[in-house]
Nanobody, 124 residues
Framework: QVQLVESGGGSVQAGGSLRLSCAAS????????MGWFRQAPGKVRDFVAA????????DYANSVKGRFTISRDYAKNTMYLQMNSLKPEDTAGYYC?????????????????WGQGTQVTVSS
């Protein structure tokens, strides 16, 4: 089992920045691939970004490319999502997730472990 705990959400004005963290514990070797998803009320859970075990391979949704950066710190068993130039449409609950292989990283159904989520609200 892998336990994931997100933090760092909050309220910010458009153009601002936030950094989300996802701390992993337990059998973290089962969660070599990690990702961020987001879900707004009444909408499906959308892929945001993913990172492989080495930290060298990353993928992003088109809507966040150039604004968001995913990274991980193995020493701290923590993944991050640096979000810059935030827009009101980025408002959502943000969830971190983990799985084994780095494949179909944008498909939420492929992830085995999920955090409880952290809310991000961007006002115009």
């Amino acid at each position: 089992q892998v336990q994931l705990v997100e933090s760092g959400g909050g309220s910010v004005q458009a153009g601002g920045s936030l950094r989300l963290s996802c701390a992993a514990s337990g059998r973290t070797s089962s969660g070599n691939t990690m990702g961020w998803f987001r879900q707004a009320p009444g909408k499906v859970r959308d892929f945001v970004a993913a990172i492989d075990w080495s930290g060298r391979i990353t993928d992003y949704a088109n809507s966040v490319k150039g604004r968001f950066t995913i990274s991980r710190d193995y020493a701290k068993n923590t993944m991050y999502l640096q979000m810059n130039s935030l827009k009101p449409e980025d408002t959502a609950g943000y969830y971190c997730a983990a799985k084994g292989l780095y494949s179909r990283v944008s498909d939420s159904r492929d992830y085995n472990y999920w955090g409880q989520g952290t809310q991000v609200t961007v006002s115009s």
